[in-house]
């Protein structure tokens, strides 16, 4: 039977919404009318200049940037001009062109003034991120990368910039660029105390989709929903281990179990399947409850199937029925057996009934008999006992100790994420 769970395609990618570039503005409110003229004898304006100067400084206060810079260009036309005339009209033209989003002449008015140096720190630092932000909104992402490069070497240290560059090097189609931009911009989140956001953690997923990485995709998806542990992600991320070569069938009763915990049974073929594979596996308690939780979250017992709906839960209570009453000898039958095997199955039927400390006690005591062909999983299914037991921190230090590079380990990353908000390292 082909998986209900398991039947859609990993998400391709992710809707990237970049976000707007620090915006002008803002900046032009710090700087627009520091530019003043000088009264002494070595710096002063001649008449000449002075008329198209001050028209400029009129037009930028009136956020008239293309008059502006028309008169700026007269000033240009001038026959002789001081390094100080020369100084104020690329100052004047550097807010004029940040006003008027001219990316390319704001640069080179930028350049013009010695790379920032006749300007105070924070100034530079803010025409600089101005310059960049200009560069990004007109779509010329290599320039914006750069002068985001400029603006950190200047000693700009706003987060939202590390998020800017991610962005330019992904608009860009630099994705080995773009993975370590937003994992230098996550980092640089986590120190400060804020949590990254979430485009960042798209960013390197779609990256990695766009490089044909699959590795690369898995381990940033992991990260997406650590951080942002929405049902769309983790319904790609149990994809992901439900597609591994040898898991359809084997692993799939443990598939839904994570699913179930992370709120991803949406519909009623997902509880049905569940609940199914849950009796053919000897566990009737779990059935049942999987099947209770349908009725009450008013998925099963509605719509065209109800009828079969209520034949699956009959068939789940006459299990238990049947089931519960033998526990105690199935306990002491196991106990008898040479491999622990028999342990960890009669301790998992005592989990679907919601004894969980005596299903703890069985499953530990199974795994230190021994004699199990898959023990991981046995650990796999102790850190989820408990878990339900309340016992979060027993559960994690389970999971932990589960190293393999098969899809049991897939499944405890899966868990220790669900648990802890955190990657496993």
Same mark, same amino acid.
């Not at 028309?70 to 004029?96: C, G, N, T």
């Not at 992370?262 to 779990?286: D, T």
């Given at each position: ?319 238990? =029925?049947?089931?519960?009453?033998? $526990? /105690?000898?199935?306990?002491?039958? +196991? %106990? !008898? *057996? @040479? ?36 023990? =991981?999983?046995?650990?796999?299914? $102790? /850190?989820?006992?408990?878990?339900? +037991? %309340? !016992? *979060? @921190? ?32």
């Amino acid at each position: 039977m082909k998986s209900r769970l398991f039947s859609g395609r990993a998400l391709a990618g992710f809707g990237i919404a970049c976000a707007v570039a620090i915006t002008s503005p803002v900046i032009l409110q710090a700087v627009t009318g520091n530019v003043a003229y000088a009264a002494d004898d070595e710096n002063k304006v001649s008449p000449e200049l002075a008329k198209p100067l001050q028209a400029a400084q009129a037009a930028i206060k009136e956020k008239k940037y293309g008059e502006a810079l028309a008169k700026l260009k007269e000033a240009d036309a001038a026959s002789k001009k001081s390094p100080y005339e020369e100084s104020i009209i690329e100052q004047l033209r550097l807010i004029a062109a940040i006003g008027g989003e001219e990316p390319a002449q704001a640069a080179k008015a930028y350049d013009a003034l010695g790379n920032g140096g006749n300007l105070p720190p924070p100034q530079k630092i803010q025409f600089v991120q101005a310059i960049a932000g200009a560069y990004f909104k007109s779509k010329d992402y290599a320039a914006s990368a750069t002068w985001i490069g400029r603006y950190f070497q200047a000693g700009g240290s706003d987060l939202q910039m590390r998020s800017l560059l991610a962005q330019a090097y992904y608009l860009n189609n630099d994705f080995a660029n773009t993975n370590k931009a937003s994992n230098e911009a996550i980092d640089a989140y986590e120190k400060s105390g804020q949590q990254a956001p979430e485009t960042l953690y798209q960013l390197e997923t779609s990256a990695a989709t766009k490089q044909g990485d699959k590795k690369a995709y898995a381990a940033a998806l992991e990260k997406l929903t650590a951080a942002y542990p929405k049902p769309e992600y983790w319904a790609d991320l149990v994809h992901q281990v439900a597609n591994k070569p040898g898991v359809s069938g084997k692993l799939d009763l443990d598939l839904y179990r994570v699913q179930d915990a992370v709120g991803g049974l949406s519909n009623a073929g997902q509880y049905m399947e569940y609940a199914e594979l849950a009796i053919q596996a000897g566990l009737p308690g779990e059935a049942k409850a999987i099947v209770d939780k349908g009725y009450k979250n008013g998925v099963l017992g509605t719509g065209a199937e109800a009828e079969r709906h209520g034949r699956l839960r009959d068939m789940a209570k006459r299990s238990v =029925d049947s089931d519960q009453p033998g $526990l /105690g000898a199935s306990e002491t039958e +196991a %106990g !008898k *057996k @040479a491999g622990g095997s028999s342990l960890v199955s009669t301790g998992m039927d005592y989990y679907g009934y919601g004894q969980y400390d005596k299903a703890i006690s069985l499953i530990q005591a199974g795994i230190a008999k021994g004699g199990l062909k898959n023990p =991981d999983e046995a650990k796999l299914h $102790l /850190g989820i006992v408990q878990l339900a +037991a %309340g !016992k *979060k @921190a027993d559960a994690v230090a389970t999971w932990k100790q589960i190293k393999g590079g098969d899809a049991v380990n897939d499944l405890a990353r899966l868990w220790l994420i669900k648990t802890t908000g955190h990657v496993a390292g």
